[in-house]
């Protein structure tokens, strides 16, 4: 279980990390953060890798002068509308196999279920609301392809959330990520993060079992 205490602190303490990254790599940390973003967003095994606390903590990077916002914010709007895209072509080409399996070693299907739950409740613009919900966001993709939303239609949804995701969180630690009361308290701002982005998943969650 090292693996899992070792990611607990990287996204507790990722403002530690990132300058450690951004340090050491220069500018080969836009390829690494492109990369993150891409596979939190992208890869249907990875939702635990962190999304908005990783926004924020580039962004408070950002205003260090270390790397470029604007550069920064392009990339990573272009990694998660990517990320996305791959997610829904695997849904479309892979889902319907998986919602009928049994089992499945590596998709966690009560996460599949839980966002097939809330995009019948929200429709399209699941895809944009879910990108600041943990774990549904990385679903959401998914269960569009899985239901055959044109690609078009999902397109747009994809562009408008991915931009208004990245530059917000971005935005945020640029401006507040380097205050002194933010620096001081940085780990207790990431997990208010992590749990405010949290409380709509887990409100949806409670009302489904609730209903059922």
Same mark, same amino acid.
Request: overall charge positive; proline content about 4%; charged content about 15%.
């Given at each position: 279980m090292e693996w899992i205490q070792g990611l607990i602190d990287f996204i507790l303490h990722i403002d530690v990390h990132l300058a450690a990254i951004t340090s050491q790599y220069g500018a080969?940390?836009?390829a690494i953060l492109f990369a993150i973003v891409f596979a939190e967003t992208g890869l249907v095994v990875t939702p635990f890798l962190p999304g908005d606390s990783l926004l924020f903590a580039a962004g408070a990077i950002c205003s260090l002068g270390t790397l470029d916002p604007v550069v920064l914010t392009v990339l990573l709007i272009v990694a998660a509308v990517l990320g996305d895209g791959v997610n829904y072509a695997v849904g479309k080409q892979f889902g319907p196999?998986?919602?009928s399996s049994g089992s499945s070693k590596l998709f966690?299907?009560?996460?599949?279920?839980?966002?097939?739950?809330?995009?019948?409740?929200? %429709?399209?613009?699941? #895809? =944009?609301?879910?990108? +600041?919900?943990?774990? !549904?966001?990385?679903?959401?993709?998914?269960? &569009?392809?899985?239901?055959?939303?044109?690609?078009?239609?999902?397109?747009?949804?994809?562009?408008?959330?991915?931009?208004?995701?990245?530059?917000?969180?971005?935005?945020?630690?640029?401006?507040? %990520?380097?205050?002194? #009361? =933010?620096?001081?308290? +940085?780990?207790?701002? !990431?997990?208010?993060?992590?749990?405010?982005? &949290?409380?709509?998943?887990?409100?949806?969650?409670?009302?489904?079992?609730?209903e059922l």
């Amino acid at each position: 279980m090292e693996w899992i205490q070792g990611l607990i602190d990287f996204i507790l303490h990722i403002d530690v990390h990132l300058a450690a990254i951004t340090s050491q790599y220069g500018a080969l940390s836009y390829a690494i953060l492109f990369a993150i973003v891409f596979a939190e967003t992208g890869l249907v095994v990875t939702p635990f890798l962190p999304g908005d606390s990783l926004l924020f903590a580039a962004g408070a990077i950002c205003s260090l002068g270390t790397l470029d916002p604007v550069v920064l914010t392009v990339l990573l709007i272009v990694a998660a509308v990517l990320g996305d895209g791959v997610n829904y072509a695997v849904g479309k080409q892979f889902g319907p196999r998986i919602f009928s399996s049994g089992s499945s070693k590596l998709f966690n299907k009560a996460h599949l279920e839980r966002t097939h739950a809330f995009y019948e409740k929200h %429709g399209g613009k699941t #895809i =944009i609301l879910a990108r +600041f919900m943990p774990i !549904i966001r990385t679903f959401a993709p998914f269960v &569009a392809g899985v239901g055959e939303m044109s690609y078009k239609k999902f397109s747009v949804y994809n562009i408008v959330g991915a931009v208004v995701w990245v530059v917000s969180f971005v935005l945020l630690g640029l401006l507040f %990520g380097n205050q002194p #009361i =933010i620096k001081k308290n +940085f780990t207790l701002v !990431i997990a208010g993060i992590i749990v405010v982005s &949290a409380l709509p998943a887990i409100y949806e969650l409670i009302r489904s079992r609730k209903e059922l």
